[in-house]
């Protein structure tokens, strides 16, 4: 198809005559008329409005950036940018080692080891609920909680929904997670780090785990 049709508040849509109302529409005077500003969206006959600045609707699968906001009863309530708290319940994470086996009264004790208020994350879309709130996972050891970067928040309609969610700006050595749900987290790349401790490991000068440690010690006088 052409481009997306932008419409503002008020502006006329076209005739309602064989269109469904959505979200974002009114009917007058047998024309559709636009309630908020945004871009124009038809599924078949249905005709809707998704605002600019909307709140996010997650979708399965959809790579997100969350914060901590509360434990409870098996489960870690998190502000992800949409109209409820999503759910992120224990039976979701990844266990350490990989384990996979049923949840314990030990598990439940030992949530706070795997997250706390106030904690970001990142984490993928698992279901949406029948009312409308998002629950999420971090079975794959790509997500998990986010350390020692820098956090941006824009409008989650300026994220477009792409196969990699992921990404490396090697010239700047910074890791890039777009969260589709408008959260973006930024850090210092790990690859280029992990290249250079691999290829001195190879030369056989010395193990892998000394040089890590010098050089954490090389770093520690540098200025977060």
């Avoid at 052409?2 to 529409?25: A, D, K, M, P």
């Avoid at 708290?85 to 049923?102: E, F, I, T």
């Avoid at 990699?164 to 700047?172: I, K, R």
């Amino acid at each position: 198809g052409g481009e997306q049709q932008y419409v503002t508040t008020g502006e006329i849509i076209g005739s309602e005559t064989g269109f469904l109302r959505g979200h974002g529409t009114h009917a007058k005077d047998g024309k559709l008329q636009a309630t908020v500003s945004g871009f124009v969206q038809r599924v078949n006959k249905l005709v809707s409005v998704h605002a600019l600045n909307a709140r996010y609707t997650g979708e399965i699968g959809d790579v997100v950036v969350c914060r901590v906001l509360e434990l409870g009863d098996k489960r870690w309530k998190l502000d992800c940018n949409s109209r409820q708290n999503a759910v992120l319940l224990l039976s979701s994470v990844h266990l350490p080692g990989g384990v996979q086996r049923r949840r314990t009264l030990e598990d439940q004790l030992r949530m706070r080891q795997f997250y706390v208020e106030g904690d970001l994350i990142s984490a993928e879309v698992q279901n949406i609920m029948s009312d409308g709130a998002i629950s999420l996972h971090t079975r794959s050891l790509r997500y998990g909680k986010l350390l020692n970067g820098f956090f941006l928040s824009v409008p989650a309609s300026l994220i477009k929904r792409c196969k990699q969610h992921f990404h490396t700006l090697s010239s700047l050595s910074i890791d890039l997670i777009l969260g589709n749900n408008g959260y973006i987290w930024l850090q210092k790349s790990a690859k280029k780090h992990l290249g250079k401790l691999e290829r001195i490991q190879a030369e056989g000068k010395r193990p892998l785990g000394a040089v890590a440690v010098e050089e954490e010690k090389g770093e520690g006088g540098e200025s977060k």
